[in-house]
């Protein structure tokens, strides 16, 4: 773990930080804003602004949701910010599921 972490994760245990993510978890009324599910245990405030400096900068660039989610939309940022396409193609994906599987 290198100095920022460190810093990161000391953040992460203070006051401030659990009142933040307490406030945000309210304003969301509990719900996971990707998939409108109920946040569950583990949920997490995922940081919009990548920048690892800016880790203690509470404002609007946070969103709640649970860990799947947070995952999944980390996992799709990495392919999205270079190639838009992933988001057509996984459409289209779930389409032809939803095709297949309607038939039985
Ligand atoms: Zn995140």
């Known amino acids: 773990m290198n100095e920022k972490q460190r810093q990161k994760r000391n953040f992460r245990n203070s006051k401030k930080w659990k009142k933040f993510k307490a406030d945000k978890r309210k304003e969301c ?3 996971d804003a990707i998939t409108l599910k109920p946040l569950r245990k583990g949920w997490n405030l995922h940081h919009e602004d990548l920048n690892e400096g ?6 609007d660039n946070f969103l709640p949701c649970n860990n799947l989610t947070h995952k999944m939309i980390h996992w799709l940022w990495t392919y999205w910010r270079n190639d838009k396409g992933i988001i057509d193609r996984l459409k289209n994906e779930m389409e032809k599921m939803e095709k297949i599987n309607k038939q039985e």
């Open 29 to 31: 009324k509990g719900i």
């Open 54 to 59: 800016h880790y203690n900068i509470l404002n």
